[in-house]
């Protein structure tokens, strides 16, 4: 998550994770020859990396270590060899099938395994075409294929090694730009959750043709707030067998966001008693987007706040509409009471979902009780619910999950371990 500078000019930005980087190389390397680096090296001794390109990390590659869970970017020095984003000491680079890790002048040399296919398709959702890459195992048969339902904001096909953990598992993978990211055409500012629901379902509709997919092992791995996206496209859908979920809300958008803007204001240093009158306010703001008043209306609300001693702090310059403030409006009236738990007490099928313990984006406490009520409610005999302990909400270990905690780049226990023996118990993943 993105942390709120200026609350009133944010858009809801769920990201897979955030990272803090220092200035980027100048260098660049060529797109094709970075998809050939793509997938998992094994170098003995139970120590495994998987990489992939991460769009978000201006399209550089980024690796998990599967052993120890921490995780790095991959800066380009020239096009086989990279340094460590964290350690310029340590040295990456690729020959043939190997990834070699060089530092003081040792080497240790990784096999790649886990041979896979990408294969860019465009597709129709609407009035729009969509483009993404559908990445299989290069095994003989059919594969079972997670789709993606991304995160807010502008996010794009690219997500590093959520893709190559898939592929190390025999599971495939549909990742997609999001309508007006990347080479898909709409616009994500304005549009509904219902709307990008419908371009899941129908990347769902393209690939279940493929003679390499398994069409009854074709799930969603949903990510915040795909949280909404994905249980709306697995009700929509009878195509979908199973439901991925981390750190999606069991809340409605309203109180989602409301959670999150309270976090930004203790981050930012408001009192308990500033952040409720500025609570009220926003949440007048809000309600007034979804009872179609205008943008006009909206910020008059705001201004009956201004002689209060926390306005200028929250708005240190002028309100002024601008294109993107415009469409936050629009958005807000399409989504905010959009919940999760409507659509969740129609699913039978299996269910999979982790909620982090430090998480300002996401209420996951509440979440948990309504997720579990929903499904409950719907009869699921096959549910997984549970909180892991110290994960914020990117995944990673934090201390406050606050907009401003420090970034860990150390995954929490039980994020990646507990997915894989679900999905290997019900024989999704090889």
Do not use: C
């Not at 793509?38 to 495994?48: R, S, W």
């Amino acid at each position: 998550m993105k942390k709120i500078k200026s609350f009133y000019k944010a858009i809801l930005v769920f990201s897979l994770f955030v990272i803090t980087i220092p200035a980027l190389s100048q260098q660049t390397v060529d797109s094709q020859k970075l998809y050939s680096y793509e997938g998992t090296y094994d170098f003995g001794n139970n120590e495994k990396i998987t990489l992939g390109i991460f769009d978000e990390f201006n399209h550089n590659l980024v690796y998990l270590n599967l052993k120890t869970l921490k995780q790095g970017a991959l800066l380009p020095i020239d096009d086989t060899h990279f340094k460590e984003n964290n350690d310029s000491t340590l040295v990456f680079s690729f020959k043939a099938n190997e990834l070699i890790q060089t530092k003081n002048g040792k080497s240790i040399v990784g096999k790649k395994i886990f041979p896979h296919t990408r294969e860019t398709i465009s597709f129709k959702s609407g009035n729009n075409t969509l483009e993404g890459d559908l990445y299989l195992p290069a095994t003989k048969g059919k594969h079972s294929v997670v789709v993606f339902a991304h995160g807010s904001g502008p996010t794009t096909r690219g997500v590093s090694f959520f893709t190559t953990y898939f592929l190390q598992l025999g599971i495939g993978v549909f990742t997609f730009d999001k309508q007006g990211a990347g080479k898909s055409q709409g616009d994500w500012e304005v549009a509904g959750l219902d709307a990008l629901a419908d371009d899941v379902v129908a990347a769902i509709n393209i690939i279940k043709a493929n003679p390499k997919v398994n069409q009854k092992k074709i799930g969603i791995l949903g990510t915040s707030q795909g949280g909404w996206v994905g249980s709306m496209a697995a009700a929509k859908s009878r195509d979908v067998s199973f439901l991925l979920m981390r750190v999606g809300s069991g809340q409605s958008v309203l109180e989602t966001i409301a959670h999150e803007y309270e976090g930004s204001f203790i981050a930012d240093g408001f009192t308990k008693e500033e952040i409720a009158e500025i609570m009220v306010m926003v949440r007048q703001h809000w309600v007034a987007a979804a009872q179609n008043k205008t943008w006009e209306e909206g910020n008059d609300i705001y201004l009956s706040y201004k002689d209060k001693p926390w306005f200028s702090k929250v708005f240190p310059k002028p309100r002024v509409k601008t294109g993107g403030s415009e469409k936050w409006w629009i958005w807000l009236s399409k989504n905010l009471y959009v919940d999760s738990y409507d659509y969740l007490k129609q699913l039978k099928i299996p269910v999979y979902w982790q909620l982090a313990e430090k998480d300002w984006n996401v209420n996951s406490q509440k979440s948990y009780l309504r997720i579990m009520e929903a499904l409950t409610l719907a009869n699921n005999k096959d549910h997984t619910v549970f909180i892991i302990p110290n994960m914020g909400h990117g995944g990673i270990v934090a201390k406050t999950g606050l907009p401003n905690d420090e970034f860990s780049w150390q995954y929490a226990p039980g994020f990646w371990d507990t997915m894989e023996t679900w999905l290997k118990n019900r024989k999704i993943a090889q």
